[in-house]
């Protein structure tokens, strides 16, 4: 199982692309193939993923039934904007600019990768959601873990 990590804060250049630093794309596996797949986060922002990772969750996806349409919506919201990105010999990928208007991506951002994937945010939106973390943070990580731990 895949297992990034790390922050990394970078800049989008004036064509709309994005370096992907060289500490990130060590922990890429072989099958990616400097291949990426993007699409939009849950929040305002965008995530990308490895190829290979991305084949999986593809899967997952196609699995919905298009006869259900709570299922046949989240197909939709979920794959809006879902783009393939290939590195070029610049480490760069080129960001699709309605993504990059979703997530109001440019100049200064902010990579923080976990699990998975990579969430691309705006600098001022990723510290705006620094900013509005829970006041409890520890009463917030007891709710969420135990409930985890009980389902193992």
């Known amino acids: 199982m895949l297992n990034l990590h790390g922050e990394y804060e970078c800049k989008l250049d004036a064509k709309g692309r994005l370096i992907i630093p060289a500490a990130l794309k060590k922990q890429l596996p072989a099958e990616a193939k400097d291949a990426f797949f993007i699409n939009r986060g849950f929040e305002k922002c965008c995530v990308l993923y490895p190829a290979n990772e991305w084949d999986s969750i593809a899967g997952e996806i196609n699995k919905l039934s298009d006869y259900i349409k709570k299922e046949r919506d989240f197909k939709r919201y979920f794959l809006r904007g879902a783009s393939k990105l290939d590195m070029d010999s610049a480490s760069r990928v ?58 193992e």
């Open 94 to 151: 080129l960001l699709p600019k309605s993504l990059q208007e979703y997530a109001d991506l440019k100049g200064d951002l902010v990579l923080l990768a976990y699990g998975n994937k990579v969430e691309i945010w705006s600098k001022a939106e990723y510290e705006n959601m620094l900013n509005a973390e829970p006041e409890d943070f520890s009463a917030l990580a007891e709710e969420v873990m135990s409930k985890r731990k009980n389902e």
